[in-house]
């Protein structure tokens, strides 16, 4: 089976910086997203790691190391508009699917 | 940009009756998604699609989902009986031919079993 972990909460200042991990346990692997969700709404892609290191899109990057089954989103100049559940998924490539983790709610606080 | 659209956004149905929900996706994506999210809770996988028929299917995908692409365009989810255990928010998602990541989900449709 499939498992990612995440923390529950995090909180975080308007301007700020802020990473929020996720672990995996898979039996196959295909590359990490990152799924943005504000309340009420749908899951919104951030970003992909097939390969290990960094990816950078604008104020979010998101890096992965395969041999410790562990990634990370990096938010920085924190605006109030991040306050959201972010996810981590595994999976992709042919028609495979994804399994989220179970979420980090990210509260920005000015 | 395109989107995925369903419908409705917000269906409340009796326990036992059958509800189907509508999502159209975007027009030159092959890979196409069911999921559900329970309030609260993570984003749960149910269904795949792919060439006209699923690929794979969750735990939760029993006897009582299933699956169409009725025409070129719609794709639809039909649960048979409802159960109260049903409620919760479903998407619908697909993914383009040319890369294995960035599903697009739709907007969802709040399903209330009552």
């Known amino acids: 089976g499939q498992s990612l972990e995440q923390p529950s909460e995090v909180t975080a200042v308007e301007g700020a910086i802020v990473q929020i991990n996720c672990t995996y346990q898979t039996s196959g692997f295909y590359g990490l997203s990152w799924y943005q969700q504000h309340d009420g709404g749908a899951p919104t892609f951030l970003s992909y790691?097939?390969?290990?290191g960094l990816e950078e899109t604008g104020r979010f990057s998101s890096f992965l190391s395969r041999s410790d089954s562990y990634g990370y989103l990096l938010l920085q100049e924190l605006q109030m508009k991040d306050s959201a559940s972010y996810f981590c998924?595994?999976?992709?490539?042919?028609?495979?699917?994804?399994?989220f983790g179970t979420g980090t709610r990210l509260t920005i606080i000015p | 940009e395109p989107e995925v659209t369903q419908t409705p956004s917000h269906q409340v149905t009796q326990m036992g009756q059958e509800v189907i929900l509508r999502c159209v996706p975007i027009?030159?994506?092959?890979?196409f998604y069911w999921y559900r999210q329970i309030l609260g809770q993570k984003v749960e996988f149910l269904v795949s699609?792919?060439?006209?028929?699923?690929?794979?299917k969750s735990e939760i995908f029993d006897d009582q989902f299933s699956v169409e692409r009725p025409d070129g365009s719609n794709f639809t989810l039909k649960i048979r009986s409802t159960k109260l255990e049903d409620s919760a928010m479903y998407f619908c998602?697909?993914?383009?031919?040319?890369?294995?990541?960035?599903?697009?989900f739709g907007s969802g449709t709040r399903l209330t079993v009552v």
């Open positions: 790691n097939a390969l290990d």
């Open positions: 699609f792919y060439n006209n028929e699923i690929s794979e």
């Open positions: 998924a595994v999976g992709g490539g042919g028609n495979e699917k994804l399994t």
């Open positions: 027009s030159n994506h092959l890979y």
């Open positions: 998602a697909s993914r383009p031919p040319d890369r294995a990541y960035g599903y697009t």
